[in-house]
Nanobody, 116 residues
Framework: VQLVESGGGSVQSGTSLKLSCEAS????????MGWYRQAPGNERELVAT???????TYGDSVKGRFTISRNNTENTVVLQMNNLQPEDTAVYYC???????????WGQGTQVTVSG
C-alpha cells in the first residue's frame, strides 16, 4: 500500500487549501485514514483522522477550520483547510491504519506554507 498525497502549496493567511490522499494498491478498506503534520523543530502532531465508520478526530488547533472526509470505496481521504494561518505551516503527512497487527502507512509528505 502506498499513500499518494497531493494538494500542498504556498498560500496567504486566511485562505484555503485542500489536501488529498489515495491509498494506492490497497485491496481492503483501511480502518483509519488521516493527516499529521510536522513543523521544523516540532514533533509530528495529529491534524485529523477518520475511521471507516465515519468517526472523526481533530487536533485542537484545527478544530472549526479543517474538515476531513473519506471515500471508503476509493480509499481516499481529503482534508479541507480553511482560514489558514502561518502556524499551520508544516509538512503534512497522510496516515493510514490497516486495523490489524498495528500496521500503519505513511505518505511522503506535502509542504504547506502560509504567509502573511
Amino acid at each position: 500500500v502506498q499513500l499518494v498525497e497531493s494538494g500542498g502549496g504556498s498560500v496567504q493567511s486566511g485562505t484555503s487549501l485542500k489536501l488529498s490522499c489515495e491509498a494506492s494498491g490497497a485491496l481492503f478498506t483501511l480502518y483509519g485514514m488521516g493527516w499529521y503534520r510536522q513543523a521544523p523543530g516540532n514533533e509530528r502532531e495529529l491534524v485529523a483522522t477518520a475511521t471507516d465508520e465515519g468517526t472523526t478526530t481533530y487536533g485542537d488547533s484545527v478544530k472549526g477550520r479543517f474538515t476531513i472526509s473519506r471515500n471508503n470505496t476509493e480509499n481516499t481521504v481529503v482534508l479541507q483547510m480553511n482560514n489558514l494561518q502561518p502556524e499551520d505551516t508544516a509538512v503534512y503527512y497522510c496516515h493510514g491504519e490497516a486495523g490489524v497487527a498495528d500496521i500503519v502507512y505513511w505518505g511522503q509528505g506535502t509542504q504547506v506554507t502560509v504567509s502573511g
